[in-house]
């Protein structure tokens, strides 16, 4: 039993691990510190287009291990949901195709130089251009 | 077609004139369609003996859109379609609108708008949204598209969210339905004889629609639940080639879909019932004409195409879908319909779709309907290939 126990947790450790410890981010003119989980699933299934009175645009990577954790444990949803989510949006006219970006270093780039910008990376890939949006 | 290109190119230079934030988006699919076993000659008007198969089943949009600023975009799609004998590769205008979003609470479109009915039918000609090829025909109906399939007047739409309590999203259109806009209902009018110059026409449209998610990280987030009511009436001048006088006919449609759908990230699960009834209304002395035992066979040719007497009809469908990876996705689906009226029928569909996303842009599907009905027992295989941008 503890054995298993034990298996269990380590699985969870190493796969937790695999996905790296994902954070929003925004730009620091942007004055942006803090989202509320409802807001965020908002923002990012294209209904929603504010925190609090600030006006914001997510921005998501193609693809990888980034996004894929970003999905799962931010949305709840696989990144292939998410896609269907804004092509029924584009193509019903509700809202523009999302921004997509190719890696961290660009989407680094991208939210530090727009400030309406909300986007997310690995922690460790994190530098001082851009700041962690905390989701309550 | 000369229009919408031409509106496209307004939208396009306008938006580079002011440097507005333009984007455009397109689709193309190519489907192949093949019947077995024992089709009725008549059943609805898709699936009219194709036993040979036929690639006649192709759909293409474009569209464009502008974000004037953060609160006003305007945008259109036009849509061509060949469908069987239906489209003939007719350009027409699927949707197109002005939005102005007071705030996420509340906003008013104004224009041509999808009409949001049950989960699909605001998406219906999205085909990378979905995995099916096909929707339930049993709720989504090709042979009732057009008047279901866009509204043109205004809408109002808002979404409340709240950690606590989740997500509250509603939309109300009003307008009417360009009936003629969306093809081959004036045209089956032709075909059984009701009109020497079919003119069937929307009169008024009017469709609420109401969805409530649970919260993100609730022990049921995924959950989605929606119920949506329209009602409209459409008008006819009937000029009967055989028949006692031209009339006016009118027909009051109500629907009510209930819906949920259940998605997590490897699967998801979902139901539709809805309830529609056909309520015409015909000068009584026509009508006491056409229930003579004479024009009995005639009637019973019309009452496929123009409800005649009232109708009634409950159908449901349920479905399960599991994302195997993150490209290959396999749905079960199983369909009922109930029509109570003058023409009582019953049907179950099974359905087994397949979908392969072979990387953001293109998606190959393969589907095989399976159709026990009061009519007949047949199949339907359909294979497509798909593209967006």
Redesign the interface.
């Known amino acids: 039993m503890n054995k298993n126990y034990f298996l269990i947790v380590l699985i969870f450790i190493l796969s937790s691990s695999c996905f790296g410890d994902i954070v929003l981010i925004a730009s620091k003119a942007s004055g942006i510190k803090s989202i ?7 923002i990012y299934s294209g ?4 925190i609090g009175s600030k ?1 914001v645009k997510p921005v998501m990577l ?1 693809g990888g291990d980034v996004h ?1 954790a970003f999905c ?1 444990i931010f949305l ?6 998410v ?3 804004w ?2 949006l ?5 809202a ?2 999302i921004k997509t970006l190719s890696d961290e270093a660009d989407m680094i780039r991208q939210v530090s130089s727009h400030s309406e910008y909300l986007g997310y990376v690995d922690r460790k890939n994190i530098n001082d251009d851009v700041v962690i949006v905390e989701v309550r | 077609m000369r229009l919408l290109l031409f509106s496209n190119f307004i939208l396009v230079v306008a938006s580079n004139l002011v440097a507005l934030d333009f984007s455009y988006n397109g689709q193309l699919t190519q489907t192949y369609l093949q019947t077995t076993g024992n089709q009725p000659d008549y059943d609805g008007f898709m699936f009219n003996r194709t036993d040979e198969g036929s690639w006649k089943f192709t759909e293409m949009t474009l569209g464009g859109s502008v974000d004037v600023n953060e609160n006003f975009r305007v945008g259109l799609q036009g849509i061509s379609r060949v469908y069987g004998d239906y489209g003939n590769y007719d350009i027409t205008l699927d949707w197109g609108y002005a939005d102005y979003r007071f705030s996420d609470y509340f906003g008013i479109r104004a224009g041509k708008v999808r009409n949001a009915l049950g989960l699909y039918n605001e998406s219906r000609d999205v085909d990378s949204a979905r995995n099916s090829i096909l929707l339930s025909q049993d709720i989504y109906e090709e042979s009732y598209r057009a008047f279901i399939n866009s509204i043109i007047g205004a809408s109002v739409y808002g979404s409340f969210e709240k950690d606590t309590w989740g997500t509250f999203d509603y939309q109300i259109i009003f307008g009417n339905v360009d009936i003629a806009d969306d093809f081959f209902f004036n045209d089956e009018l032709a075909k059984v004889g009701v009109n020497k110059s079919p003119d069937f026409r929307g009169d008024w449209h009017a469709t609420a629609y109401l969805e409530y998610a649970v919260p993100w990280g609730s022990r049921l987030d995924g959950l989605k639940l929606a119920f949506s009511h329209s009602e409209f009436r459409a008008k006819a001048d009937i000029a009967p080639v055989f028949g006692p006088r031209d009339f006016e006919y009118d027909l009051d449609v109500s629907t009510t879909i209930y819906s949920i759908e259940y998605d997590q990230f490897d699967y998801t699960l979902g139901a539709e019932y809805m309830h529609r009834l056909f309520g015409p209304k015909i000068p009584d002395d026509v009508s006491a004409v056409y229930d003579a035992p004479a024009f009995a066979a005639l009637r019973a040719g019309w009452d496929g195409i123009l409800s005649f007497s009232t109708n009634d009809v409950r159908a449901y469908y349920v479905y399960g879908a599991y994302h195997f990876t993150e490209k290959y996705t396999a749905q079960l689906m199983y369909s009922v319909s109930d029509h109570r009226g003058r023409v009582d029928t019953d049907s179950n569909t099974y359905t087994f779709s397949q979908r392969y996303d072979f990387d953001d842009y293109v998606v190959g599907k393969l589907e095989y309907k399976h159709i026990l009905s009061d009519t007949g027992k047949w199949g339907v295989f359909l294979a497509r290939l798909g593209l967006s941008f």
Not at chain 1, 90 to 94: E, M, Q, R
Request: avoid cysteine; aromatic fraction near 4%.
């Open positions: 509320s989980k409802s807001e965020l699933v908002s209904r929603g287009k504010r006006s193609k894929e799962k709840k949803r696989s990144p292939s949901s896609s269907k989510i092509k029924k584009v193509f019903t006219g509700k523009s195709m």
